[in-house]
């Protein structure tokens, strides 16, 4: 099994940044991807971006430019910078890890993002 804490999250103005992180522990296996999703109300989650246990990243496109993801595999950690931010960017942020070897997903509890305007 796999634990993700994510912490971070909270109330901004628009224009401002944050950064969300997320831990996991358990049993994590080296061929995985961690990423984040995000679900405004009354909508779908939505990928916001991921990272591969390689490096390797994809954004959504209405992220491209103002979030970066990056992680750090010796901490099985991964984070979420987040600038530029906008009203529409407010949702419920989810870490996510998905285990290329087991084609398991795992979910972080979910933390807050507000953007004021």
């Known amino acids: 099994q796999v634990q993700l804490v994510e912490s971070g999250g909270g109330l901004v103005q628009a224009g401002g940044s944050l950064r969300l992180s997320c831990a996991a522990s358990?049993?994590?296996?080296?061929?995985?991807?961690m990423g984040w999703f995000r679900q405004a109300p009354g909508k779908q989650r939505e990928l916001v971006a991921t990272?591969?246990?390689?490096?390797?990243?994809n954004y959504a496109d209405s992220v491209k430019g103002r979030f970066t993801i990056s992680r750090d595999n010796t901490k099985n950690t991964v984070y979420l910078q987040m600038n530029s931010l906008k009203p529409e960017d407010t949702a419920v942020y989810y870490c996510?890890?998905?285990?290329?070897?087991?084609?398991?997903?795992?979910w972080g509890q979910g933390t807050q993002v507000t953007v004021s305007s």
């Open positions: 996510n890890l998905r285990s290329f070897r087991t084609m398991s997903d795992y």
């Open positions: 358990g049993t994590i296996f080296i061929r995985n991807a």
């Open positions: 990272i591969s246990s390689g490096g390797s990243t």
